[in-house]
């Protein structure tokens, strides 16, 4: 990836994949979060934040392969939408994620 973020913002994949198929051939449907927000895969991570008074340093909890909740509406407002390569990526600051969905593709490779 030719993009990489500074400071504390992330570049995020959006993910589509409600439903996905088991490799034995079962469809599983992923739980359907509200309309306030979605899953984004982490791509890049930026190195975090410098605060003014130079002593403290907001360290990046989330990795690049990491599963995130992000707000929908902070995407509108502070993200940035952009198209690389034919793929849609957000950049988006660290501060709008709710939560990191750590057992997010584990659904999906296991066997039934």
């Given at each position: 990836m030719k993009i990489r973020p500074v400071r504390d913002i992330l570049l995020l994949k959006p993910v589509n994949d409600l439903e996905k198929r088991t490799k034995s051939g079962l469809y599983v449907q992923r739980a359907i979060l509200n309309e306030s927000c979605f899953v984004c895969k982490v791509v890049e991570v930026g190195d975090g934040h410098?605060?003014?008074?130079q002593d403290r340093v907001l360290l990046m909890k989330v990795k690049s392969g990491d599963y995130v909740l992000v707000n929908k509406m902070a995407v509108?407002?502070?993200?940035?939408?952009?198209?690389?390569?034919?793929d849609e990526y957000i950049l988006?600051?660290?501060?709008?994620?709710f939560a990191i969905w750590e057992d997010y593709d584990v659904i999906i490779t296991e066997e039934f």
């Open positions: 410098v605060f003014e008074d509108q407002s502070e993200g940035q939408t952009i198209n690389y390569m034919g988006l600051p660290y501060r709008c994620v």
